[in-house]
């Protein structure tokens, strides 16, 4: 399985990004789909997830949404009203097994990363 985190780049608070995340060699629409974001010098934190339910971490609840596009084996993150806080690598996931989806141990193939940086 291989994962491609695409869309990150610099914004001013108060913008928008959207990020996307293309997986191959497996069967995507049977998977749970996380993002995960770290920060320097944090731990790797739980952000959203989706596979029929969707999952936000409180941070970002209501700001950020979750989707995903089976046929394109393509999950996304509308990222909105977007903080200087929420500065970080972002990281895609994918579970093969729909349990823990707020925690790193409920994901088995992670993406490269894509950097979000928010100027205040």
């Known amino acids: 399985v291989q994962l491609q985190a695409f869309g990150g780049g610099l914004v001013q608070a108060g913008g928008s990004l959207r990020l996307a995340c293309a997986g191959s060699?497996?069967?995507?629409?049977?998977?749970?789909m996380g993002w995960f974001r770290q920060a320097p010098g944090k731990e790797r934190e739980f952000v959203a997830a989706i596979r029929e339910s969707t999952y936000y971490a409180d941070s970002v609840k209501g700001r950020f949404t979750i989707s995903r596009d089976n046929a394109k084996n393509t999950v996304y993150l509308e990222m909105n009203s977007l903080k200087p806080e929420d500065t970080a690598l972002y990281y895609c996931a994918l579970g093969t097994t729909y349990r823990a989806v707020r925690y790193r141990a409920g994901y088995d193939y992670w993406g490269q990363g894509t950097q979000v940086t928010v100027s205040s």
């Open positions: 060699g497996r069967t995507f629409s049977t998977s749970v």
